[in-house]
């Protein structure tokens, strides 16, 4: 149980085009689900904390108009790349709170997208 | 501020060869701390955790003891095989941040 899945695992665009990632929850409902970065060989940096219904709260230095989260689902958050430039290539790694648990530091996590800008 | 540092790698051991990785926590309380494990092409996975003091966490042969004096929560194992070849995150969480620290993660390859 507790299984979240990622698409795509990996894309690759040109800059200046936008791409989307989707994180589903595949057998809970998650109310709240995270957006990580991860850079080469530094630690899982958290990006923004998307709540079904309600806009997301973004992390100091993440530019929303950039980094477009929905979620629209309680099984569903997309994040959005616009205009997507090298810099933002990188491993882009989602996580689920399931909604039934009372434990607000399980999280579930996604594969990975790992996302390259030519 | 949170933050959380564990030992860089990679790290590299013969099979049955003891295993610590090492990580260590700034709070300003008493957070939640975890072990995560990351498989070639797979997410994190909850490896162990601890939410007080002197816990220790243990699961699949792997244990981790809270130190609050230490401020540690290092990751042991008496005998790795080949399958622990995986990537580990140490992280911490506080109530009230709402959401998790990681370290820069530790990769483990174990040969036979």
């Known amino acids: 149980g507790a299984v979240v899945s990622q698409h795509p695992s990996r894309v690759i665009c040109k800059s200046g085009t936008s791409v989307k990632i989707e994180c589903r929850s595949l057998d809970f409902q998650a109310t709240t689900m995270f957006w990580y970065r991860q850079f080469p060989k530094k630690s899982l940096m958290l990006m923004a904390t998307?709540?079904?219904?309600?806009?997301?709260?973004?992390e100091q230095g993440v530019e929303k108009d950039k980094f477009l989260i929905n979620h629209a689902s309680l099984t569903l958050s997309t994040l959005t790349v616009t205009s997507a430039h090298p810099e933002d290539s990188s491993f882009y790694i989602c996580?689920?709170?399931?909604?039934?648990?009372?434990?607000?530091?399980?999280?579930?996590f996604g594969p990975g997208t790992r996302l390259t800008v030519l | 501020g949170n933050s959380v540092t564990q030992m860089e790698g990679p790290v590299t051991l013969s099979e049955e060869a003891f295993l610590t990785i090492n990580c260590t926590y700034t709070a300003t309380g008493y957070p939640s701390l975890f072990w995560y494990v990351q498989y070639p092409g797979e997410g994190l996975q909850l490896l162990l955790k601890a939410t007080k003091a002197d816990d220790k966490g243990s699961n699949k042969g792997f244990e981790a003891t809270y130190r609050k004096e230490t401020t540690s929560f290092h990751l042991e194992k008496g005998s790795v095989q080949v399958s622990d070849s995986a990537v580990y995150f140490c992280?911490?969480?506080?109530?009230?941040?709402?959401?998790?620290?990681f370290g820069t993660g530790t990769r483990l390859t174990v040969i036979p």
């Open positions: 992280a911490s969480y506080q109530t009230g941040a709402n959401n998790l620290f």
């Open positions: 998307s709540n079904e219904g309600s806009k997301a709260t973004y």
């Open positions: 996580s689920a709170r399931d909604r039934v648990s009372r434990r607000t530091d399980t999280q579930y």
